[in-house]
């Protein structure tokens, strides 16, 4: 029998064989699938790469020991080289990514008081890239590593690894920073993936976090897409930071003879009639007075930014629909004084006694408000103050 015939039965054999191991052990795993997420997730991601992975190896193991020389067989052997690389990659990545799915659907979000696992999710999410990055690359340059000819390029590079890392790092600053700034962002617990933050003057919500860039869900739903090392160079709020529970105010302006007591009630019946209320906070307090109005501000609390916006409308709502009902005097008023106006004698209109009357009343300096900076003792030494000494006075002394 010829090498080539050989190699193709070898090869036959060593892949049905492969097939019908993989297929067993699948069948395996799926039926303690059943009983255990991890199993369930492992057969129905692994699966395929572990089957292409244990062919290839098979396949490639069977040429070299059963099939003898034959045409091409050396670029045949590089070849099966080549996809056994990038299978176990595939396959390792799969495994990884099955353990990070573990890990998320053990610490899931969608609880109250999530906080602790909303950091947990932003660092699998992040390790999860840095996961795939890392095994792209490393696959990538084995891969290259089995070329000869690279292989003895690999040991010149290398020489000169300080100068082109140099040259690489002031050419890539700025995605080198947003990707340090991604992985510190995962592990510094400034910001979480579902985090409430404003930022640019934008009220919104953490939906991803990337090595490069982190996307801003804003309560409209436009997407805010900012670099990472923003959030590690500039102010922004997080309103999660330690809890979910936030406090918020609504203002109303009302007249000055409003009575206060009766509002403050019809604000505690509005707060414990709404769910949205957390029971944490229910406060009417007076802010201002100026301007002929008093201002109200209602602060109170919920359990989340989104509960607190409509809790804050609710009782703005609340609060104008009592006062229109019952306290109408509490409207808003202007008030004015309507007085008949004196007639004003100028002074080329009077007598000559009359004007000098009203010219010296003109220049009298002996009011507090005729002078500010002269005329007083305390307004020549504020004059002293900001304008400096007399130089008259400096010159005779």
Same mark, same amino acid.
């Given at each position: 029998?010829?090498?080539?015939?050989?190699?193709?039965?070898?090869?036959?054999?060593?892949?049905?064989?492969?097939?019908?191991?993989? %297929?067993?052990?699948?069948?395996?795993?799926? +039926?303690?699938?059943?009983?255990?997420?991890?199993?369930?997730?492992?057969? =129905? =991601?692994?699966?395929?790469?572990?089957?292409?992975?244990?062919? /290839?190896?098979?396949?490639?193991? *069977?040429?070299?020991?059963?099939?003898?020389?034959?045409?091409?067989?050396?670029?045949?052997?590089?070849?099966?080289?080549?996809?056994?690389?990038?299978?176990?990659?595939?396959?390792?990545?799969?495994?990884? /990514?099955?353990?990070?799915?573990?890990?998320?659907?053990?610490?899931?979000?969608?609880?109250?008081?999530?906080?602790?696992?909303?950091?947990? =999710?932003?660092?699998?999410?992040? /390790?999860?890239?840095?996961?795939?990055?890392?095994?792209?690359?490393?696959?990538?340059?084995?891969?290259?590593?089995?070329?000869?000819?690279?292989?003895?390029? &690999?040991?010149?590079?290398?020489?000169?690894?300080?100068?082109?890392?140099?040259?690489?790092?002031? *050419?890539?600053?700025?995605?080198?920073?947003? /990707?340090?700034? &991604?992985?510190?962002?995962?592990?510094? @617990?400034?910001?979480?993936?579902? @985090?409430?933050?404003?930022?640019?003057?934008?009220?919104?919500?953490?939906? %991803?976090?990337?090595?490069?860039?982190?996307?801003?869900?804003?309560?409209?739903?436009?997407?805010?897409?900012?670099?990472?090392?923003?959030?590690?160079? =500039?102010?922004?709020?997080?309103?999660?930071?330690?809890?979910?529970?936030?406090? &918020?105010?609504?203002?109303?302006?009302?007249?000055?003879?409003?009575?206060?007591?009766?509002?403050?009630? %019809?604000?505690?019946?509005?707060?414990?009639?709404?769910?949205?209320?957390?029971?944490?906070?229910?406060?009417?307090?007076?802010?201002?007075?100026?301007?002929?109005?008093?201002?109200?501000? *209602?602060?109170?609390?919920?359990?989340?930014?989104?509960?607190?916006?409509?809790?804050?409308?609710?009782?703005?709502?609340?609060?104008?629909?009592?006062?229109? %009902?019952?306290?109408?005097?509490?409207?808003? +008023?202007?008030?004015?004084?309507?007085?008949?106006?004196?007639?004003?004698?100028?002074?080329?209109?009077?007598?000559?006694?009359?004007?000098?009357?009203?010219?010296?009343?003109?220049?009298?300096?002996?009011? @507090?408000?005729?002078?500010?900076?002269?005329?007083?003792?305390?307004?020549?030494?504020?004059?002293? *103050?900001?304008?400096?000494?007399?130089?008259?006075?400096?010159?005779?002394?």
């Amino acid at each position: 029998m010829s090498s080539v015939l050989t190699a193709v039965l070898a090869v036959v054999i060593a892949a049905g064989a492969a097939i019908v191991l993989v %297929e067993i052990v699948h069948r395996v795993i799926r +039926r303690l699938g059943q009983r255990s997420d991890l199993a369930a997730d492992m057969a =129905k =991601k692994i699966h395929r790469p572990f089957l292409v992975t244990v062919t /290839l190896v098979a396949v490639q193991q *069977a040429i070299r020991v059963f099939a003898g020389e034959f045409p091409f067989r050396g670029g045949v052997m590089h070849m099966l080289v080549l996809l056994c690389i990038a299978s176990s990659a595939w396959l390792i990545g799969a495994t990884l /990514l099955v353990c990070e799915d573990v890990a998320l659907a053990r610490w899931r979000t969608d609880v109250p008081d999530n906080r602790r696992r909303r950091r947990i =999710k932003t660092q699998v999410v992040m /390790l999860r890239r840095v996961t795939v990055a890392a095994i792209v690359v490393i696959t990538a340059g084995v891969m290259l590593m089995t070329f000869p000819d690279i292989r003895a390029l &690999g040991a010149s590079v290398l020489a000169s690894a300080g100068v082109i890392s140099v040259i690489a790092a002031l *050419a890539a600053q700025s995605t080198l920073g947003n /990707l340090f700034a &991604g992985i510190q962002l995962a592990f510094s @617990d400034a910001i979480r993936v579902d @985090d409430v933050v404003v930022v640019e003057q934008e009220w919104g919500r953490i939906e %991803e976090i990337t090595l490069t860039v982190v996307v801003v869900q804003i309560w409209d739903d436009r997407r805010l897409i900012l670099p990472t090392s923003y959030f590690t160079t =500039k102010p922004f709020q997080n309103w999660t930071r330690t809890s979910s529970a936030v406090l &918020g105010t609504a203002e109303v302006d009302v007249d000055w003879s409003t009575p206060i007591e009766p509002l403050r009630a %019809e604000l505690r019946r509005i707060c414990e009639g709404s769910e949205l209320w957390d029971e944490r906070v229910c406060v009417l307090q007076v802010t201002q007075a100026t301007s002929g109005l008093i201002r109200l501000r *209602a602060l109170v609390s919920a359990a989340d930014a989104p509960a607190l916006w409509d809790l804050r409308c609710l009782v703005r709502e609340g609060m104008v629909s009592w006062i229109w %009902e019952h306290q109408r005097d509490a409207l808003p +008023r202007m008030r004015a004084e309507l007085r008949s106006p004196e007639p004003v004698k100028l002074a080329h209109q009077a007598g000559p006694d009359e004007a000098d009357r009203i010219f010296a009343e003109g220049m009298d300096t002996s009011s @507090d408000a005729a002078r500010v900076f002269s005329g007083g003792q305390d307004g020549d030494s504020r004059g002293m *103050a900001f304008g400096g000494p007399d130089p008259a006075a400096v010159s005779r002394s």
